[in-house]
């Protein structure tokens, strides 16, 4: 749960005034450690808007490794990785969730056909 902006103003304020720990909680309900990250949020971007993590854009997309497996569909892991400038880990992780697998002979090696 995230507390509104005047709410952090009020509980920074109430602390920087010289109010006590025990008097912040007695009045507010909240730990004096979160106030004391707020006025770092503060400090550091002048806003106590909350900060939210951002998540990271993907190397490979979908599509665009079906396209490539379309046009060539032989390449080896390796060449993947020369193609979306990533590690074997990422196109091997990428195939894996496209439900791309190893292709499976037919026939077993040295098994003489009847």
């Known amino acids: 749960m995230s507390y509104s902006i005047d709410f952090r103003k009020r509980a920074v304020e109430f ?14 309900k909240i730990w004096p450690s979160t106030v004391y990250r707020w006025r ?7 806003s106590l808007r909350p900060e939210y993590r951002k998540t990271r854009k993907r190397k490979i997309d979908i599509a665009e490794l079906e396209r ?13 990785a020369i193609v979306f400038n990533c590690t074997k880990q990422a196109v091997h992780t990428a195939l894996k969730k496209a439900k791309i697998t190893l292709k499976k002979n037919a026939v ?3 098994a003489e056909p009847d």
């Open 15 to 28: 602390m920087d005034e010289g109010h006590t720990e025990k008097e912040l909680y007695a009045a507010f």
């Open 68 to 80: 490539v497996l379309e046009r060539k569909p032989d390449m080896t892991l390796p060449e993947l």
């Open 40 to 46: 770092k949020l503060l400090e550091k971007n002048d």
């Open 108 to 110: 077993l090696r040295g």
